[in-house]
């Protein structure tokens, strides 16, 4: 039990004083704007992504997130909008994280050049009641970490992040790269103490085509790239989609013996002509293999199946007094 407990901890401490990098999202190929702000409306049509994570499930404290974006073009002025909210847990700590988003589109031939950026909250606590330590004294509901740093309280605070990205969009080829947390906040957690916790920039990187490889079958591989500058995190998948409905796919997440993490296999199908289901399946195969069942991930993704915010703007009207 001591060894979930410290496992908790070190998570929260990760998370929060060193400013863990964003929830990993299996099914990131499938949630674009969710990844880069500069994706928005660049599908000319309104989409809405919402979705469930549960990462090293079996594990007390292991992650949860919660996520929900919607996105939309403004043909008009070529420009797209959205915004998008994601809830986290991890151990004694949660963040809700809430932004807003622009972004100009540039017809590039049948291609389009996006440059966005978001803004937004991010609310952070920690739940001191829920951290154990080795030495503390936590029985018949007494609460004691004896360690001088750690607070029983539940800490909270509030801060403002900005976001930026760029993102490529053709008919068989996307690309993007991203930078969140540009300004490297700091997150004040309150209560009887006051903990500061800095939230490190971080980037990303995405590239994936779209291949035909019969009149019926597609095939789609992509590779996605995290870093906080320090550490760094790789994805590579592809998925076969079937008659544009049915698809099934494959992932594998880390390049080296530290930064593996998992193999993933995901698959999904469209309920209807506007909704698509998808889900994902962590097979964990870093060293936490034999204290984890593995993660799960499940999402819909609704597209209102026509071009939205399409119009010509009026014309100027000059007045015959200037």
Known sequence: MKKIYIFC???????????????????????????????????????????????????????????????????????GVGFQVVNENIGARSGLTAKVSYNFIKKIGDAQLSIGAAGGIIQGSIDGAKLRTPSGDYNQGVIDHQDKILNTASLRGIVTTFDAGVFFKAEKFDAGIFSGNLTEPTLSLTSQKVTEAKLKRHYSAFVATHLNVVSSLTIHPSVMLRSDGVQTQAEISMFLRYNDNFFLGGAFRGFSKTTQDAAVIFGGFNLSSKLTLAYAYDITVSTLKSATQGGHEIALKYNIGKEFGKGKLPPIIYSPRF
């Open 9 to 79: 901890l070190l998570i929260c401490s990760v998370s929060l004083i060193n400013a863990q990098q964003p929830a990993q999202f299996s099914l990131y190929m499938l949630n674009t704007y969710g990844e880069n702000p500069a994706a928005g409306g660049l599908d000319k049509t309104l989409v809405a992504t919402a979705g469930l994570r549960a990462q090293w499930v079996g594990l007390q404290g292991s992650p949860q997130t919660q996520y929900i974006n919607v996105s939309l073009p403004l043909s008009i002025i070529s420009s």
